[in-house]
């Protein structure tokens, strides 16, 4: 599975640690290619992953001369990383699950040999699982770990990913996440939710106890959409330390 885009995306900058007191606007224009391939281990709940990812990009500031602001940051243009996982995926759906588990381990090389501009590498691990209270009530769990080594591009630093907290807002080389979700389904095909959670970045000039954090929680709804293959899509009204915004969901935010 996989995809190639040709994009021109307008984000911001807020600094390793998320410490500036204004955003650094930029501009990232040219290709992306995500590849992978996935085979399952006999017949358990086990899949090994192989990925090819490929990022050319140029990245330009809308003011090139506070690009200095941004501090000592790699701007390559291209990266292309080679991967593997080992994944396991017990869940009973894989649109809005209501029991079982996935969870995996990622591994990723970027190196001039493949075609990359600089060498680093990028690591995650993390864990979603979701257990039936009772027959209308759902509780989810969420950890998510990322870390980054060597000549990382700023765009490709790990982020806090957290309903409320705006993309790529709180970046560094260390990232943690915390989240839990809770499910009722009112009546057989619409359902309301409510969630919580934390993360921290870290890494550069810190350690994890100096880091940069952040509280996010909220609320939403959900309605059956294709009941044959158990898929809701809703929407969810979040506020975090940083911002608050409102998501389209269609199946499970956690990915």
Not at 135 to 145: A, H, P
């Amino acid at each position: 599975r996989g995809g190639v885009a040709r994009l021109s995306a307008n984000l911001d900058f807020f600094g390793l640690g998320g410490h500036l007191p204004a955003a650094l606007a930029y501009n990232a224009d040219g290709w992306v290619s995500i590849q992978q391939g996935m085979v399952r281990l006999g017949d358990s709940d086990a899949w090994l992953v192989g990925r090819w990812n490929y990022f050319n990009l140029s990245n330009r500031f809308e003011i090139e001369s506070d690009a200095g602001r941004a501090g000592s940051i790699v701007r390559n243009s291209k990266s292309s990383g080679l991967g593997v996982s080992l994944e396991y995926d017990s869940r009973d759906n894989i649109f809005t699950p209501s029991s079982g588990w996935k969870g995996g381990v990622d591994l990723t090389y970027y190196d001039p040999d493949w075609g990359s501009d600089t060498r680093f590498r990028t690591t995650r691990a993390y864990g979603f699982v979701y257990s039936p209270i009772t027959k209308t009530v759902v509780l989810g769990g969420r950890v998510d770990t990322q870390a980054a080594n060597g000549d990382v591009p700023f765009y490709l630093l790990p982020f806090v990913s957290l309903r409320g907290v705006p993309a790529l807002r709180l970046q560094d080389r260390r990232t943690a996440v915390i989240e839990s979700e809770v499910r009722w389904n009112v009546v057989p095909r619409w359902a309301v939710i409510g969630f919580a959670g934390a993360g921290r970045a870290w890494g550069t000039s810190t350690g994890f106890s100096d880091g940069t954090d952040t509280r996010a929680g909220g609320f939403g709804f959900r309605y059956e959409l294709a009941r044959r293959l158990g898929m809701y899509a809703g929407i969810d009204f979040a506020w975090s330390t940083q911002d608050r915004a409102f998501y389209i969901q269609v199946g499970s935010p956690w990915r």
